[in-house]
């Protein structure tokens, strides 16, 4: 317990979480809600040329599981991993892991204590994108004139369950690679190229080439995909869900149940393999 309150302290204390946190927050609110409420107010066409009432609708308080998720799912996880690399991975650039390793606590029980307190940051990266949403569209319900409706609480606490689970699952990749690559640079760059570009490449190609459809039934955005979509937050391509926050899925459609299961073992099995890597690795002077 006093590795992981340590770790927390640790997390607390660096500055690139509060940024992280700060420009996830800026960069959801923007593309999900002022924007979108600014085209309105000049009538013009926002994303997927949506306008007018409709374009309104989207913004408005009931409309915030299906916003939120479509920021998580699109660029929200990006800011995790990175949060990820960055806590793990600035350990081998600063060269802190060999005081760390020579304390009497176990490479083990460091590493659980630092994937622990990553995974408690998380809440804040999740419940916040909720409640800024829930702040700008009652002010514009308020604005607009507009009968406000909230989505019931149940389908609130399963979304949050979801988008963490979500965030959960691509920061034990950035744990991974940060440790494949014992830095943050290089895991930083290849991590947003993966979740940015390789995976949307190969699930755009999966409806044309087959062996593509059965690889990317199998990755991580397909898989989270699937879990916003149970909580009825259309993501396809050409869908209508969330004001603009989130681009369009066009990869396949697994089970939700298939989606939870994948999502879990890809955490755990990124943490323990990044745990054998570590306990193994060679770090100079650690025990």
């Given at each position: 317990?006093?590795?992981?309150?340590?770790?927390?302290?640790?997390?607390?204390?660096?500055?690139?979480?509060?940024?992280?946190?700060?420009?996830?927050?800026?960069?959801?609110?923007?593309?999900?809600?002022?924007?979108?409420?600014?085209?309105?107010?000049?009538?013009?066409?926002?994303?997927?040329?949506?306008s007018?009432?409709?374009?309104?609708q989207?913004?408005?308080?009931?409309?915030?599981?299906?916003?939120?998720?479509?920021?998580?799912?699109?660029?929200g996880?990006?800011?995790?991993?990175?949060?990820?690399?960055?806590?793990?991975?600035?350990?081998f650039?600063?060269?802190?892991?060999?005081?760390v390793?020579?304390?009497?606590?176990s490479?083990?029980?460091?590493?659980?204590?630092?994937?622990g307190?990553?995974?408690?940051?998380?809440?804040?990266?999740?419940?916040?994108?909720?409640?800024?949403?829930?702040?700008?569209?009652?002010?514009?319900?308020?604005?607009?004139?507009?009968?406000?409706?909230?989505?019931p609480?149940?389908?609130v606490?399963?979304?949050?369950?979801?988008?963490?689970?979500?965030?959960?699952?691509?920061?034990?990749?950035?744990?991974?690679?940060?440790?494949?690559?014992?830095?943050?640079?290089?895991?930083?760059?290849?991590?947003?190229?993966?979740?940015?570009?390789?995976?949307?490449?190969?699930?755009?190609?999966?409806?044309?080439?087959?062996?593509?459809?059965?690889?990317?039934?199998?990755?991580?955005?397909?898989?989270?995909?699937?879990?916003?979509?149970?909580l009825?937050?259309?993501?396809?391509?050409?869908?209508?869900?969330?004001?603009?926050?989130?681009?369009?899925?066009?990869?396949?459609?697994?089970?939700?149940?298939?989606?939870?299961?994948?999502?879990?073992?890809?955490?755990?099995?990124?943490?323990?393999?990044?745990?054998?890597?570590?306990?193994?690795?060679?770090?100079?002077?650690?025990?």
């Open positions: 317990m006093n590795s992981l309150i340590a770790e927390l302290l640790l997390l607390r204390k660096r500055a690139a979480v509060w940024v992280l946190l700060g420009f996830w927050l800026g960069a959801s609110l923007l593309f999900t809600y002022i924007l979108p409420y600014v085209a309105f107010l000049r009538g013009l066409a926002f994303h997927r040329n949506i007018g009432l409709v374009l309104l989207l913004i408005l308080p009931q409309n915030i599981i299906s916003n939120a998720l479509n920021s998580v799912s699109f660029f996880v990006v800011f995790v991993l990175i949060l990820a690399v960055l806590s793990m991975g600035s350990e650039s600063w060269g802190t892991l060999t005081p390793f020579t304390q009497k606590a490479r083990t029980r460091i590493f659980f204590s630092k994937t307190a990553l995974a408690i940051a998380l809440v804040p990266f999740v419940v916040l994108v909720f409640f800024i949403g829930l702040l700008f569209s009652l002010y514009v319900a308020w604005r607009e004139g507009q009968t406000v409706l909230l989505p609480l149940w389908d606490v399963r979304a949050l369950g979801a988008a963490w689970l979500i965030m959960a699952a691509w920061s034990a990749f950035g744990i991974l690679i940060s440790i494949l690559s014992s830095g943050t640079a290089l895991a930083i760059g290849l991590g947003i190229i993966y979740s940015l570009v390789v995976e949307n490449v190969i699930a755009g190609f999966s409806s044309q080439i087959d062996f593509l459809l059965q690889i990317s039934k199998g990755l991580l955005r397909t898989n989270g995909t699937a879990l916003i979509s149970a009825g937050v259309s993501m396809q391509s050409g869908g209508g869900g969330g004001g603009g926050g989130g681009g369009g899925f066009a990869g396949p459609s697994v089970p939700t149940l298939q989606a939870a299961l994948v999502m879990t073992a890809y955490v755990v099995l990124f943490l323990g393999v990044s745990a054998y890597i570590l306990r193994r690795r060679d770090v100079a002077g650690a025990g």
